[in-house]
């Protein structure tokens, strides 16, 4: 390799596994963390720690001004040259710092007023803390998005690993000490600021000194570069809102302790989500057009059944267990959880495949044919939930994420059908199949226990019900699952072969 070659990407399935280990790992973080704070810290706190952390999402988008993903696409066009890698990353990274700073300092400044506004006083130092929070988390945005656009999910590992182990630890020390929520809030922004550290230092190791202080890039890269960014602050600020609307809303018109009561499901959500984020960051990069040719979709084909099929076996173990999964997680306090985590059944099945299919359009280098499906899903969620939380309650926002997320999905869906020669027949026949499992996943548990079920039993159901899952999809012939057994080492296929539907 000479100094103006970068390092080979990795293979989608060794980047799949990385990436997954990643998410993993702060999924273990998260888990812990998230089941200290809920307990510790009660309905309202966590509803205060929760409103932060949305107006947080919010600000992010001004702080990323779209750099993050728009350097992300250009990184990929880029890989094996070294040179012009350095320009995309460094160029990008002068700009996010500025743009970071000016925000995290605009909402320091206004955390009085904001907390005043949600005539919530308590408010004001989580949001003081979620500014420095912010700075950092944006930097911290660009990095693992880079690492992903050039195939080097074990470096994005290792920031992620460093960074959710700090953040948990200071969190949970912060707290205990008395800090409530402003200590919650304080421990992410001290996590977030020693995960840009790890990864600075990963970036120069990975493309040399030159990411600190890189070519000066022409202006015609420049406009390229913040003109696709700037298409996609907009699809992600319009999204950020659709993401968080739901909690700020609920926490307006019931209160912050309706706020914690909606946002912990939520939390029990985004665990769900890291295998479809894993499988993102290996697959989405693949879609960069290369030269005249069109993009391969076999990928993406694969990647949406396997998602569909991950999370159907979620939604079945949801509907079955909705009940004692809250108790056992969430701890008292949080009763009507359970009803809101059965009623985001249908954003949980879509949540995956959107995921892919959102990232995929953007590095097919179309994210402006996003917006009006982005600016459509808000506004619709926006009067739904308006409609239905003064009616239902919380339950009402978890109808109109639902309802808007179906939506955004299948709009996505219809944008990538229209790029590419997605075929949607292998995706409809996994579906088909992981509907019929799902189906008896849920009946094998309901048979274990419904209502109140000892912690025992699902220590021990959760295993029964996915090998039940599994078994079914073996016996229907799923050639995904044939596909994937493929992967494993030899000794284990000859003990158990498995023979794909043609």
Same mark, same amino acid.
Request: glycine share 10%.
């Given at each position: 390799m000479t100094g103006d070659e970068a390092p080979a990407p990795a293979g989608i399935r060794r980047n799949a596994g990385l990436a997954f280990g990643a998410q993993l790992t702060a999924g273990v973080f998260t888990a812990v963390l998230t089941l200290y704070l809920v307990r510790e810290l009660g309905p309202a706190a966590f509803g205060t720690f929760s409103i932060a952390?949305?107006?947080?999402?919010?600000?992010?988008?001004?702080?990323?001004?779209?750099? @993050? *993903?728009? +350097?992300?696409?250009?990184?990929?066009?880029?890989?094996?040259?070294?040179?012009?890698?350095?320009?995309?990353?460094?160029?990008?990274?002068?700009?996010k710092l500025v743009a970071a700073a000016l925000v995290g300092a605009l909402l320091f400044a206004l955390a009085g007023p904001i907390a005043s506004a949600y005539d919530i006083p308590s408010l004001l130092w989580p949001l003081r803390a979620m500014a420095v929070a912010v700075v950092a988390q944006s930097i911290l945005g660009l990095f693992r998005s880079s690492f992903a656009a050039v195939g080097r999910m074990g470096a994005d590992w290792t920031m992620i690993a460093g960074e959710s182990a700090v953040e948990t630890a200071a969190s949970i020390a912060l707290v205990a000490l008395g800090a409530g929520a402003a200590g919650a809030a304080?421990? !992410?922004?001290?996590? #977030?600021?020693?995960?840009?550290?790890?990864?600075?230092?990963?970036?120069?190791?990975?493309?040399?000194?030159?990411?600190?202080?890189?070519?000066?890039?022409? !202006?015609?890269?420049?406009?390229?570069?913040?003109?696709?960014?700037?298409?996609?602050? /907009?699809?992600?600020?319009?999204?950020?809102?659709?993401? *968080?609307?739901?909690? &700020?809303?609920?926490?307006?018109?019931?209160?912050?302790? %309706?706020?914690g009561v909606f946002a912990a499901p939520l939390r029990i959500v985004a665990v769900l989500l890291y295998p479809a984020l894993a499988l993102t960051a290996a697959v989405a990069p693949r879609m960069v057009r290369s030269g005249d040719g069109p993009p391969a979709v076999a990928p993406l084909e694969h990647g949406l059944s396997l998602l569909l099929l991950v999370h159907l076996m979620a939604i079945a173990a949801v509907l079955a267990w909705a009940?004692?999964? $809250?108790?056992? /997680? &969430?701890?008292?306090? #949080?009763?009507?959880?359970?009803? $809101?985590l059965r009623a985001l059944t249908p954003f949980i099945l879509l949540a995956g495949p959107a995921r892919l299919l959102t990232a995929s359009v953007n590095y097919l280098g179309e994210a402006r044919r996003r917006i009006a499906v982005v600016l459509a899903a808000l506004a619709l969620n926006i009067v739904?939930?308006?409609?239905? /939380?003064?009616?239902?309650?919380?339950?009402?926002? +978890? $109808?109109?994420?639902?309802?808007?997320? +179906?939506? #955004? %999905?299948?709009?996505?869906?219809?944008?990538?059908?229209?790029?590419?020669?997605?075929?949607?027949?292998? $995706?409809?026949? @996994?579906?088909? !199949?992981?509907?019929? +499992?799902? %189906?008896?996943? @849920?009946?094998?548990?309901? %048979?274990?226990g419904h209502g109140d079920v000892a912690t025992a039993w699902i220590v021990v159901g959760l295993p029964v019900g996915t090998a039940t899952f599994l078994a079914c999809l073996v016996a229907l012939r799923e050639p995904l699952l044939a596909e994937l057994w493929q992967s494993a080492p030899g000794w284990a296929r000859r003990r158990l072969p498995l023979r794909a539907r043609r």
């Amino acid at each position: 390799m000479t100094g103006d070659e970068a390092p080979a990407p990795a293979g989608i399935r060794r980047n799949a596994g990385l990436a997954f280990g990643a998410q993993l790992t702060a999924g273990v973080f998260t888990a812990v963390l998230t089941l200290y704070l809920v307990r510790e810290l009660g309905p309202a706190a966590f509803g205060t720690f929760s409103i932060a952390l949305s107006i947080g999402a919010l600000v992010m988008l001004p702080a990323d001004v779209g750099l @993050s *993903q728009s +350097a992300a696409r250009f990184l990929a066009e880029s890989r094996g040259n070294k040179i012009a890698m350095v320009r995309v990353l460094g160029t990008a990274l002068r700009m996010k710092l500025v743009a970071a700073a000016l925000v995290g300092a605009l909402l320091f400044a206004l955390a009085g007023p904001i907390a005043s506004a949600y005539d919530i006083p308590s408010l004001l130092w989580p949001l003081r803390a979620m500014a420095v929070a912010v700075v950092a988390q944006s930097i911290l945005g660009l990095f693992r998005s880079s690492f992903a656009a050039v195939g080097r999910m074990g470096a994005d590992w290792t920031m992620i690993a460093g960074e959710s182990a700090v953040e948990t630890a200071a969190s949970i020390a912060l707290v205990a000490l008395g800090a409530g929520a402003a200590g919650a809030a304080w421990g !992410r922004a001290i996590g #977030y600021g020693v995960g840009v550290a790890v990864g600075l230092a990963l970036a120069v190791r990975l493309l040399g000194l030159g990411v600190l202080r890189p070519p000066r890039a022409d !202006r015609a890269f420049v406009r390229r570069l913040v003109g696709y960014g700037f298409a996609l602050l /907009i699809i992600d600020g319009v999204y950020s809102v659709f993401a *968080q609307i739901d909690v &700020l809303l609920v926490g307006a018109i019931l209160g912050a302790g %309706a706020a914690g009561v909606f946002a912990a499901p939520l939390r029990i959500v985004a665990v769900l989500l890291y295998p479809a984020l894993a499988l993102t960051a290996a697959v989405a990069p693949r879609m960069v057009r290369s030269g005249d040719g069109p993009p391969a979709v076999a990928p993406l084909e694969h990647g949406l059944s396997l998602l569909l099929l991950v999370h159907l076996m979620a939604i079945a173990a949801v509907l079955a267990w909705a009940e004692p999964l $809250v108790k056992l /997680i &969430l701890g008292p306090g #949080y009763g009507e959880a359970a009803d $809101v985590l059965r009623a985001l059944t249908p954003f949980i099945l879509l949540a995956g495949p959107a995921r892919l299919l959102t990232a995929s359009v953007n590095y097919l280098g179309e994210a402006r044919r996003r917006i009006a499906v982005v600016l459509a899903a808000l506004a619709l969620n926006i009067v739904l939930d308006l409609l239905l /939380i003064p009616r239902i309650g919380v339950v009402g926002a +978890a $109808v109109g994420n639902d309802v808007a997320f +179906a939506l #955004y %999905a299948f709009g996505h869906l219809h944008i990538c059908r229209r790029l590419t020669d997605l075929s949607l027949v292998p $995706v409809v026949k @996994s579906l088909g !199949r992981g509907l019929i +499992a799902a %189906a008896a996943m @849920s009946a094998v548990l309901l %048979a274990i226990g419904h209502g109140d079920v000892a912690t025992a039993w699902i220590v021990v159901g959760l295993p029964v019900g996915t090998a039940t899952f599994l078994a079914c999809l073996v016996a229907l012939r799923e050639p995904l699952l044939a596909e994937l057994w493929q992967s494993a080492p030899g000794w284990a296929r000859r003990r158990l072969p498995l023979r794909a539907r043609r």
